[in-house]
């Protein structure tokens, strides 16, 4: 059975960085063809995709945030990260990860933004930013 669990600090001070790691169990994260994205939900806000990172390594992520965001992986641990820096209160939000299925037709037509790409998430981690 596939499971992701998300770990990381709950609060960030604004102009830090915001690291959390995603430990998977039941399948490799370097499988072919599954990827693997970070995910978040602010107050009153919809869906936000982050980032990616890939079976064979590559990373990918939102144009808005690129410039702040960084993905890493450790295959030997089964884990990947997410790398968020000079975080404001705006980055307060609920952050999941999960299991993307973009290579896979059934499911490459939704929007990173739509959930049904996704067919395993993380509880969810909460984090605050603030002083």
């Known amino acids: 059975q596939v499971q992701l669990q998300e770990s990381g600090p709950g609060q960030v001070k604004p102009s830090q960085t915001l690291s959390l790691t995603c430990t998977v169990s039941?399948?490799?994260?370097?499988?072919?063809?599954?990827?693997w994205s970070w995910i978040r939900q602010s107050p009153g806000k919809g869906l936000e995709w982050m980032g990616v990172?890939?079976?064979?390594?590559?990373?990918y992520y939102n144009p808005t945030l690129k410039s702040r965001t960084s993905i890493s992986r450790d295959t030997a641990k089964n884990q990947f990260s997410l790398h968020l820096n000079s975080v404001t209160p705006e980055d307060t939000a609920v952050y999941y990860c999960?299991?993307?299925?973009?290579?896979?037709?059934?499911?490459?037509?939704?929007?990173?933004?739509?959930?049904?790409?996704?067919?395993?998430w993380g509880q969810g981690t909460q984090v605050t930013v603030s002083s």
């Open positions: 999960t299991r993307d299925l973009r290579f896979y037709s059934s499911h490459s037509a939704y929007a990173p933004e739509d959930p049904r790409r996704y067919d395993y």
């Open positions: 039941g399948v490799s994260i370097t499988t072919g063809y599954y990827a």
């Open positions: 990172m890939t079976f064979d390594g590559s990373s």
